[in-house]
Antibody, heavy 116, light 107 residues
Framework: QIQLVQSGPELKKPGETVKISCKAS????????MNWVKQAPGKGLKWMGW????????TYADDFKGRFAFSLETSASTAYLQINNLKNEDTATYFC?????????WGQGTTLTVSS | DIQMTQSPASLSASVGETVTITCRAS??????LAWYQQKQGKSPQLLVY???TLAEGVPSRFSGSGSGTQFSLKINSLQPEDFGSYYC?????????FGGGTKLEIK
């Protein structure tokens, strides 16, 4: 069955870097794009962008340009979200989600807490 | 960027009732609209895509309609497992914006 399994919760300090993983199984990884979605505590969903898993080309929403980076390890069917120079407002749950448009499978979410 | 406005923000209903959630796009998105359900502490799940196509395994009491800028999600005969939050999202070009969400609670 199709699964997206994300890495575990993270506790970081402001200014640090975090890298969240999303391991896909049950389908051909390079056939579907991978999206990243942010959900701040008690808030709605915010689309961060997506990465073309065939070409490796990322696309970022405007609010996520600069400190955010999507990458792949195709041989391991894994997508990554790296956030540099962490800020308190990066505290959120981050989801990976498969699809090019509508998002049909989601990871379980990775909770990131940024606090000094 | 295309803005998605969802209403109501919250809704209280009883088991067995029928409810409708609406979503308005700031420009024409044709039928490139999806609906998701999210339960507390869980990841969202796709309910409807292309405005009216039910995702696999979604009960037929859910239905989506609309095109252009006005869309709706209707849930007939609410069941206990239907309570949670609902989000619309357009997928007519990036960025794929979500609506603000509708929290459906038990009356």
């Amino acid at each position: 069955q199709i699964q997206l399994v994300q890495s575990g919760p993270e506790l970081k300090k402001p200014g640090e870097t975090v890298k969240i993983s999303c391991k896909a199984s049950g389908y051909t990884f390079t056939n579907y794009g991978m999206n990243w979605v942010k959900q701040a505590p008690g808030k709605g969903l915010k689309w961060m962008g997506w990465i073309n898993t065939y070409t490796g080309e990322p696309t970022y929403a405007d609010d996520f340009k600069g400190r955010f980076a999507f990458s792949l390890e195709t041989s391991a069917s894994t997508a990554y979200l790296q956030i540099n120079n962490l800020k308190n407002e990066d505290t959120a749950t981050y989801f990976c989600a498969r699809g090019r448009g509508n998002l049909d499978y989601w990871g379980q979410g990775t909770t990131l807490t940024v606090s000094s | 960027d295309i803005q998605m406005t969802q209403s109501p923000a919250s809704l209280s209903a009883s088991v067995g009732e029928t409810v409708t959630i609406t979503c308005r796009a700031s420009e024409n998105i044709y039928s490139y609209l999806a609906w998701y359900q999210q339960k507390q502490g869980k990841s969202p799940q796709l309910l409807v895509y292309n405005a009216k196509t039910l995702a696999e395994g979604v009960p037929s009491r859910f239905s989506g309609s609309g095109s252009g800028t006005q869309f709706s999600l209707k849930i007939n005969s609410l069941q206990p497992e239907d309570f949670g939050s609902y989000y619309c999202q357009h997928h007519y070009g990036t960025p794929y914006t979500f609506g603000g969400g509708t929290k459906l609670e038990i009356k």
